[in-house]
Nanobody
Framework: QVQLVESGGGLVQAGGSLRLSCVVS????????VAWFRQAPGKEREFVAA????????GYEDSVKGRFTISRDNAKNTVALQMNSLKPEDTAVYYC???????????????????WGQGTQVTVSS
């Protein structure tokens, strides 16, 4: 019933920027926490950033702090990931995930998320 659709991926030169979007449909958007994960070829899926249902709680993986910003627009059922100062090591498929519940914290645990998008490719050239 819940569907997540990512967009905004592409090819960018190191130091450039991209903005990813995740649209959540099928449920009440403001009842979901949302996160971004990424998976590079030959690597395990890793946490990138998360935001709780209200947008008041955010969390980031250390390697992206200061470069990436997660935000949400509940009126548009959309979560965005603004990625600046991109590095080649940021190259991966980026996945949006949703977790139902009005929690006052943001979780980085894969097992806490029940709904996943298909992913969008981000490639950063050196």
């Amino acid at each position: 019933q819940v569907q997540l659709v990512e967009s905004g991926g592409g090819l960018v030169q190191a130091g450039g920027s991209l903005r990813l979007s995740c649209v959540v449909s099928g449920r009440t958007f403001n009842a979901y926490g949302v996160a971004w994960f990424r998976q590079a070829p030959g690597k395990e899926r890793e946490f990138v950033a998360a935001i709780n249902w209200s947008g008041g709680i955010k969390g980031y993986e250390d390697s992206v702090k200061g470069r990436f910003t997660i935000s949400r627009d509940n009126a548009k059922n959309t979560v965005a990931l603004q990625m600046n100062s991109l590095k080649p090591e940021d190259t991966a498929v980026y996945y949006c995930a949703a977790r139902e519940g009005r929690y006052s914290y943001a979780t980085s645990l894969i097992r806490d998320y029940d709904y996943w998008g298909q992913g969008t490719q981000v490639t950063v050239s050196s």
